[in-house]
DNA sequence: CTGCAGGCCCTTA
DNA sequence: TAAGGGCCTGCA
């Protein structure tokens, strides 16, 4: 057990910022399944525990997390903005698998948190590899993912686009793409739009600067700004900005 | 039983 | 560049 104070992380609050699917909560702990490997995770006050060994948490879990990252930048006078803060303060963006966050923000798309869910699970179990000693189910790989044919996972019309994903070369050139380029790459890519697109740019590849305008974003714009999208949607810390505004706007919304 | 969900693609104008 | 229709499926 590795044990670490933290200020700003709060894991309720992560999860349920709509970043990250697989997270399932059991009693008050989480059983968070990432990069092949299920972390048990709680938290008491600004100590949060971490159920691994030093070597995943060195080379997995402290990057997942950021945690060498401050995520208390907000010095903004915007009055929303700061309300947001205080509201979801202990919010991180996660550094999460570049593949598994394309697919997940592919099929994302027009599905409710829920059904998101819902069908990644069952993408996990069909496809993935069942992980020794727990009842989870490894993301799937493009391998596994690349003779999938009957649409047992809810996917819809988003399932041709899974395939193609599946078949498309040099994603991991993404990694050392600059912004611009990866942007472009992405847009390419028949399934991912601006939306998307700006999700595997902060989720995946953590461009702090990419602001995912979805219909609550969207919501935020026209109801407290009037329409007129505010500065801080383009500053370098958007993209985190973005995460505190969707929570807040979300309030009362439960994702089970 | 309906309406609609953290969009995208394609067609028109 | 902008606007609008269609889309798979399954929550609520």
Redesign the pocket.
Known sequence: MISIQCKNFNLDQIAN???CFRFFKVEDKYNIVAFGKVLEVAQDNDTIYFNCSQEDFDTIWSMYFNLHIQMDEVDHKDKFLLDAYHYGSGIRILHQDLWEIMVS??I?????????K??IERLCKAYGDSIAGTPYYTFPTAAQLFNMDK?DC?????LPYIKTLARTKNLGDLNIMSYNEAKKFL?S?????????N?ILLFGLNYFNAC?I???MQKIIDEEYNGIKPDWMTSAYAGYYQQLA?YYKRKGRKI?
């Open positions: 910022s709509g970043q923000f592919i994302s798309q027009r599905k409710n948190i829920p059904a998101i819902n069908s649409d809810g996917l819809g019309y988003r847009l890519i028949r399934g991912i739009g601006e939306k998307v697109a999700c995912p979805d219909v609550w969707f089970t």
